[in-house]
C-alpha cells in the first residue's frame, strides 16, 4: 500500500498531524480506534467518508513510521 497518496500533512489543519486525503480525521484517530477493538467495518459504517484504503494506509503509515524510528540506548 502506498499511503503517500492518501495521507496529508497540513501545518494549519489538527496541528500538522498526518490527516485521511486532506480530511480533519488522523492516523492517531483511525489506529486508535482499531486498537480500541473495533473492526475496519465498524469504522466505515461510522464514517462514511472513509475507505478500506483510508484504513490501509493508515496502518502503512505506521509501519512505516515504525520501521524509521531511531532507538537510543541509554
Not at 34 to 42: I, N, R
Request: with cysteine.
Amino acid at each position: 500500500m502506498n499511503y503517500r497518496n492518501l495521507i496529508t500533512i497540513e501545518a494549519d489543519k489538527r496541528g500538522g498531524k498526518p490527516c485521511i486525503r486532506g480530511l480533519r480525521m488522523t492516523v492517531y484517530d483511525v489506529l486508535d480506534y482499531l486498537a480500541s477493538g473495533m473492526t475496519p467495518e465498524q469504522l466505515l459504517e461510522d464514517f462514511d467518508y472513509l475507505t478500506l484504503d483510508d484504513i490501509h494506509a493508515c496502518l502503512s503509515y505506521a509501519a512505516d513510521r515504525e520501521r524509521h524510528q531511531l532507538v537510543v540506548n541509554a
